[in-house]
Every structure is written in structure tokens, then in C-alpha cells.
């Protein structure tokens, strides 16, 4: 018979305002599989830290998306966002769902030309197009969305050798009653910036004009933004239409949907306040269907969601290092799972769960990684019962951006596994070794000896 863990009697602090006056619920249900496949079982087969994605939760998200914005309006085109996510398996996922690609970078539009997107179904984004990475894309088709008047003009530079026309349209950022306004990017709807750059594509005769492209911001809770955009869009359509008899093919609305995820310093958690995509179709639909394009040339309405459609998809394994007690007296759990794997801890409070049955016994704990920095934190405060080394936890709704802005700092990054829709785990990317490290540096001639 195992002897019963000992727990010590305490007097507990109840506090008020996190999340809300309610308090914060603090017993719930371990995480002990995933789709159908033991925690456990992925940790001795496959190492911890262990990242996994299940690909159902992918396929019922996605459906769930086009579900909402399909029955709203006529021609919907889902494409995935790589930067989210450029894991090969987890962008083909998405496609065979039927997403296109948007890229951001020459780097993630050569990974999607490999995966085997057509490339007249990839919309090429961002402020860094190389001019090869700009030759490539006209020369295939791909449709290329201009972020400043210099990537305009050295396009009008190719079109004079190529003889391929350039399918383009522009990224529009304007104010949309929300902070802060992402005007980095694009050109300026209020200032009139994009309707000049509209007029020297529309006069320059070399280029086609086919769509217009805005992307708000990240993480919008307000679904009224996109309709202020969409509205916008379809105003400069209107506009196009008017002067130039041209029919805009497209409109895209970019990504920004926000995941369940609870941001730091929220007074609710993201699971209350998050937005449906019906919410967010609303809004869209009815800004496009309403504005003053004719009926007969809507555009079709490109999304380019991401962490929405991946967040609830990932999950991070990792397992308890050791216990200590602060000064304060506070509990402090370290584990093997550190900022430089979960970046987004920087500003979510993720949800961490046991990954096996525990006491209700709970209480305040810091739980920290374990790298040698002060700000390896993954979360500053959370409830949580007892746990040994060697016990495992679970943290949920990490599938956008942690395998994308991931770093290799200190400890290597591990194996990535996916759990298919016939609960069959299998390697996605395979872990790292000092090996694969160390095969691209270079050491010197007079540094490979020395003595000590």
C-alpha cells in the first residue's frame, strides 16, 4: 500500500478581483490524455518537455470557422497563417481543409511551394519581399500584397523585364475605434496614402490590381472593428469601380481573431470574453453585403485567421523539477518547460493542469522554468495543489506562435507529436541534439586547440 502524501493544515487567503469579485474557481479535473492517448504514455515514448497537437481539435475548429462565415456570405477563402504555426504537418492540415497559404516572408513562401500549395493560392504579405523573393512570386502567379510605395515601385522595376503582370493588391491600415491602431503596416486609409497608391497602380498599366487587404491588429475582443474595416475596404472598391470601371476580386481581412486565452492582467478569463466567429461573421458580412458594391462583383472575403484556429489545439507536457518555499514563504514549482518554449507566457496566463489525480488542497504558487534568468516565469501566480518532482502537468491553448517564435536557449527543443483524428500519436519534428546544433558552426583553425 502506498503511504497517503502528508498535508499540512494552513489558513488560506481568500482574494477577491482575480478575475472578479467571485474569486477564481480553483479545483478542476486533471488533463490525463489528450484525444484519447495517456499523458503519461507520451512522456515515457517521447520525452518531456513534449509538445502535442491534435489534429481534430484542428478540423473541428477550421469547420467550425467556415461554418460561420459560409452561411453568412457567398464566397468565403480561408487562408493559414504559417507564421502562426509552420509546422509542415499543421499546415497541411489546414489545407486539406481547404485554406490557402499567406506567407510573410520569402523563407515561409518557399516552405509552402514545398508543401505542395499551388502558388496561385499564395497571398505573399509583410514588409520584407526581397526583389528575388518578388520576382518568384509574379513569376508564378502568386498574389502579392504591396505594404510601401518603395516594394510598388521596384515592382513597376520588374514588370520592364518580366513578362509576367504582377497580381497585387495593397495592405490598407486605418482607424477602426480601437487601441492601439496598427499603422506600421500598409497604407493610411484617413490620409489618403492608399487611394494614391490605388491610382499609381491602376495608371502604371503593368500591374493588376485584384484585391485589398487590411490586417487591424492581434487579439481584437471587438468584432465591431472588422466591420468598420470591411466597410472601409468596400468603400475603396466602390471607389476603384467608379473611376476606373475595375472589379475588385478580393477582400482580406487578415487574421486577429482572438483565442480563449486569458491575457495578463484581464479581469475575466478569455474563455467569457473571447468572441465566436459568428460574432466576428456578423460584423463582416453585414459591412460587405450593406456597402455600395454592385450585388453582381462581390468580392470574395480572404481570412487569414490564425491563433483562433490553432490555440485550443496545442498542448505543452512537461514535469515537475522541485519545490521551494521563497522568503515570502510562497511555494515556487520549477519545471522543464521555460519562456524560451512558451513564449507566449510573456503575456498569457495560460491554464496548467495536473496530469494526475491530486488533493483539492490548493494554493497560491509561482511557477518558474528552468532556465538561469530571472524572468523565466510561466506564470506569476496561479492555484494549484501539491506536487512532487517527477509529477507531470499539462498547459493548454499553446498552438499559435510557440513553434514559430520558439528559441534554442540553454536546453534543446524537444519533440513535437501529433495526435490524429484515429488517436495515433506521431513525430511531427523531431527533437533536437547537440548534433544538429552544432552542425552548422565553424571554429577556427588556431582556436581548435588551446591548453588549460
Request: charged share 25%; aromatic share 10%; net charge neutral.
Amino acid at each position: 500500500m502506498e503511504k497517503k502524501r502528508f498535508e499540512r493544515p494552513i489558513i488560506k487567503k481568500l482574494q477577491t478581483g482575480m478575475p472578479n469579485k467571485f474569486g477564481m474557481k480553483t479545483e478542476y479535473d486533471p488533463i490525463t490524455e489528450i484525444d484519447g492517448v495517456p499523458v503519461k504514455e507520451l512522456i515515457a515514448k517521447y520525452g518531456s518537455p513534449l509538445y502535442v497537437i491534435s489534429e481534430k481539435t484542428i478540423r473541428e475548429t477550421c469547420r467550425e470557422a467556415n461554418r460561420a462565415f459560409s452561411t453568412r456570405y457567398p464566397k468565403v477563402q480561408f487562408a493559414w497563417s504559417y507564421k502562426t504555426n509552420y509546422m509542415n504537418a499543421v499546415c497541411n492540415v489546414f489545407h486539406s481543409e481547404g485554406s490557402w497559404a499567406e506567407v510573410v516572408s520569402g523563407f515561409e513562401y518557399d516552405k509552402a511551394i514545398a508543401n505542395g500549395v499551388p502558388a496561385s493560392k499564395i497571398l505573399f504579405n509583410g514588409p520584407d519581399k526581397s526583389e528575388k523573393d518578388l520576382e518568384k512570386a509574379i513569376k508564378h502567379g502568386s498574389y502579392i500584397h504591396i505594404d510601401h510605395f518603395d516594394e510598388l515601385y521596384t515592382i513597376i522595376g520588374l514588370t520592364a523585364k518580366m513578362k509576367e503582370r504582377p497580381k497585387v493588391a495593397i495592405r490598407v491600415n486605418m482607424d477602426c475605434g480601437i487601441y492601439p491602431m496598427w499603422s506600421r503596416f500598409g497604407f493610411n486609409y484617413e490620409n489618403g496614402e492608399a487611394w494614391e497608391a490605388i491610382n499609381r497602380i491602376m495608371l502604371s498599366k503593368k500591374i493588376d490590381l485584384v484585391g485589398l487587404h487590411s490586417h487591424i491588429g492581434t487579439y481584437i475582443l471587438a468584432p465591431y472593428a472588422y466591420g468598420t474595416a470591411a466597410t472601409k475596404l468596400a468603400d475603396l472598391a466602390a471607389a476603384i469601380d467608379k473611376k476606373y470601371n475595375h472589379h475588385i476580386k478580393y477582400i482580406d481581412l487578415g487574421g486577429g481573431f482572438a483565442s480563449k486565452n486569458t491575457l495578463k492582467g484581464a479581469y475575466l478569463p478569455g474563455s467569457d470574453t473571447c468572441p465566436t466567429f459568428d460574432q466576428y461573421a456578423d460584423a463582416i458580412s453585414s459591412a460587405l453585403i450593406n456597402s455600395q458594391i454592385n450585388h453582381e462583383h462581390l468580392p470574395v472575403l480572404i481570412l487569414e485567421t490564425g491563433r483562433a484556429l490553432i490555440d485550443d489545439a496545442g498542448f505543452l507536457l512537461g514535469t515537475v523539477l522541485a519545490n521551494k518555499r521563497l522568503p515570502e514563504g510562497k511555494l515556487a514549482t520549477i519545471i522543464d518547460i521555460g519562456v524560451n518554449l512558451l513564449f507566449t507566457s510573456f503575456w498569457y496566463d495560460h491554464k496548467i493542469t495536473p496530469a494526475q489525480q491530486f488533493s483539492h488542497h490548493t494554493e497560491d504558487a509561482i511557477i518558474y522554468g528552468p532556465l538561469c534568468m530571472n524572468i523565466d516565469i510561466i506564470r506569476e501566480n496561479v492555484q494549484l495543489p501539491p506536487m512532487k518532482k517527477g509529477d507531470n502537468i499539462i498547459i493548454s491553448r499553446i498552438g499559435a506562435y510557440n513553434m514559430t517564435q520558439w528559441m534554442q536557449f540553454i536546453t534543446l527543443r524537444p519533440n513535437i507529436v501529433m495526435v490524429d483524428t484515429k488517436g495515433k500519436a506521431h513525430v511531427i519534428r523531431g527533437n533536437e541534439t547537440a548534433i544538429s546544433i552544432n552542425e552548422n558552426e565553424k571554429v577556427p583553425e588556431h582556436l581548435t586547440k588551446f591548453e588549460l
